[in-house]
């Protein structure tokens, strides 16, 4: 054969491809090589779809299929949790589904009474200890050296001990009576009309308040409804926690919490605060500073108490509330240092104020678009807040105030009310509980005797996703629609009628179930009464309220809309 045959021009094009043809061909090749993997694991995946016989009579939870390894189903759950979430819901009616994140196995429950009986099973089997460390230091700043973690672990069943006071009387009591004492102090001024800022109180300022004249004459004020009404909450409730003092010489520290629970999935993550990433460092500077209050605070609380001059600014602290002051005999009995004090407070306010507050706002933003329920709520509460219009005294008008305000009866007395924050709960908040699991364990799908039972393996993770409960078809119709009195149920023929949560559990359960949930319940109910009670409110413009879209946050929804109100006094209050 002639040697040179295989140098034809052909055969030496082939030998010898062009830059732009090798690059086309790995691309080709990567493509087709990660199709052929995205395919296989979708295959291998799959096979978890169904569930299979485990132990003692029960099955595997079914694992939704998935195209990536080791990411599994981060890049979903990164980029629309909710429709992940809710298709999964549908298809998975026993109860449960298991996700894989980074290829960790987290299950997602749903089944309430799943659900209710994996939150009361004994801290041994399920828990959450690590996260709770983990936030501790990373988001709120605890320090973490091993003596410092060894103060945290033995201080944790006096802390539990100390939510006493916010869980029931006389501390419950006390506190809720605090608020509403600076409320009917505060709620005449919610705003106040006053042309410069200057003049006007802190919720005004932070909502960016401006007094306008509409084009029928009327003056109103115009603001940014959810700065308004978080701060506002903020100002008159925990002065019942933390003392006035503190809220008094403070004054931007609820905008720096507000911008640490913006910022808590970041320095969740525990990123140093040098990355180029602006949302950490933000939240890292709101949190030095809020720390740095609180560390003020507890600095001072010591000196008073060791008989030394706290400062000028630190003269009120007889009303400081019960829980904090509590939980200070605990921090001197243990030695905490002040560092350890303040990030345990900070936490605290973050609890205290993250939740509630927007609770609020969301239940206004409901009732205000509907004037049917904003006059069956007012004349519900009517007697139990008598809102009044002093007469004018010598030609000077008097603002309108609160007379009497009887909270015991807005939880008792007035189902739509209660009925409209249970919805609220429902509706506005996308809680979840977590566990990481500590042994095996067999869980019921439901109450039934021949139920199937689901194992949750030991090292795994588990969610309670509340949430995903509260929107589901199968037990609320309409259940993306807020209505008021959803929860009032009434026995045919009976005068007596009964709100509860049901199957709604936006506070968790079991040992990490919310310490503030009785105190939340009375806030809210309390600030809804104070405002729907005292003013109008209206979207800029007039028409028919927007309502504003939620942004997912720890709890209760927050967003990103400036939903602007124009406020003005109510018209129709009785004279005195
Ligand atoms: C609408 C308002 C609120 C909602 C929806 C809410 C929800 C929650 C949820 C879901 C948890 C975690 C439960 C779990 O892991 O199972 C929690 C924990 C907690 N909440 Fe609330 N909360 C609210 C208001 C409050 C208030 C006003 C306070 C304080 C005054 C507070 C204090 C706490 C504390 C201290 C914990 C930690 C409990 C523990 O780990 O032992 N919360 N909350």
């Not at 405002?531 to 413009?541: A, K, L, T």
């Not at 939620?550 to 709890?555: D, I, L, M, N, R």
Request: hydrophobic share 40%; net charge negative.
């Amino acid at each position: 054969m002639d040697p040179n045959a295989t140098a034809t021009p052909v055969a030496r094009l082939q030998a010898h491809p062009t830059a732009s043809q090798r690059l086309d061909t790995t691309w080709a090749t990567a493509v087709v090589a990660l199709l052929l993997l995205a395919i296989t694991t979708r295959f291998i995946s799959g096979f978890f779809e169904s569930s299979k016989p485990a132990q003692d009579g029960s099955r595997s939870v079914p694992m939704i299929p998935y195209w990536i390894p080791i990411l599994g189903h981060i890049p979903q759950f990164s980029i629309s949790p909710q429709t992940l979430l809710n298709k999964a819901r549908d298809t998975y009616r026993s109860g449960v589904f298991a996700l894989n994140l980074g290829s960790t196995t987290h299950n997602i429950i749903f089944s309430p009474s799943m659900g209710g009986s994996l939150m009361n099973q004994k801290h041994s089997i399920a828990n959450m200890d690590s996260v709770g460390k983990h936030v501790m230091t990373a988001v709120f700043g605890y320090p973490k050296s091993k003596a410092s973690m060894q103060r945290y672990e033995d201080a944790l069943p006096g802390l539990n001990t100390c939510y006493k006071h916010l869980l029931s009387d006389p501390g419950l009591r006390e506190m809720v009576q605090n608020t509403i004492d600076v409320t009917r102090r505060n709620i005449a001024n919610l705003v106040t009309f006053s042309e410069s800022r200057v003049d006007q109180v802190e919720w005004e300022r932070s909502s960016n308040a401006e007094t306008i004249i509409k084009a029928n004459g009327e003056q109103v004020v115009e603001a940014s409804m959810m700065n308004l009404i978080r701060d506002f909450i903020a100002a008159n409730a925990n002065p019942s926690l933390i003392g006035s003092d503190f809220v008094k010489n403070n004054p931007e520290f609820f905008l720096d919490l507000w911008d640490m629970d913006k910022g808590f999935k970041w320095l969740a993550t525990g990123l140093p605060a040098w990355l180029p990433i602006p949302p950490i460092w933000r939240a890292k500077l709101a949190r030095s500073r809020a720390f740095n209050a609180v560390l003020a605070f507890e600095e001072a609380m010591e000196k008073a108490v060791n008989g030394d001059d706290p400062g000028q600014e630190w003269q009120s602290f007889e009303d400081v509330g019960p829980v904090l002051t509590q939980r200070l005999t605990l921090y001197r009995q243990l030695n905490l240092t002040m560092d350890e004090r303040a990030a345990l407070e900070l936490s605290l306010l973050w609890a205290m104020n993250a939740n509630a507050n927007m609770l609020v706002f969301w239940m206004l933003n409901h009732i205000y678009a509907d004037k049917t329920v904003l006059a069956q709520l007012r004349e519900e509460i009517a007697p139990f807040v008598h809102a009044v219009q002093p007469e004018q005294l010598f030609g000077v008008p008097e603002p309108p105030r609160i007379d009497t305000f009887d909270h015991e009866a807005l939880a008792s007395k007035c189902p739509l009310l209660k009925s409209s924050y249970i919805e609220s709960l429902r509706l506005d908040a996308a809680p979840w509980s977590f566990r990481v699991m500590q042994e095996n364990l067999v869980l019921p799908a439901s109450r039934e005797k021949d139920a199937e039972k689901f194992l949750l393996k030991k090292g795994t993770y588990a969610h309670i996703a509340h949430s995903i409960h509260h929107t589901d078809p199968a037990y609320f119709d309409d259940p993306e629609v807020w209505r008021a009195d959803r929860h009032i149920k009434r026995e045919q023929g009976d005068e007596e009628v009964s709100v509860n949560m049901g199957t709604i559990r936006p506070y968790g359960g079991g040992h990490s179930m919310c310490k503030g949930r009785a105190f939340a319940q009375k806030e809210a109910l309390v600030f809804t009464a104070a405002f729907i009670s005292m003013w109008d409110m209206e979207p800029v413009g007039g028409g028919a309220w927007k309502m504003p879209r939620y942004k997912p946050a720890t709890g209760v929804y927050t967003t990103s809309d400036d939903v602007r109100v124009w406020i003005s006094r109510r018209e129709d209050l009785p004279q005195i």
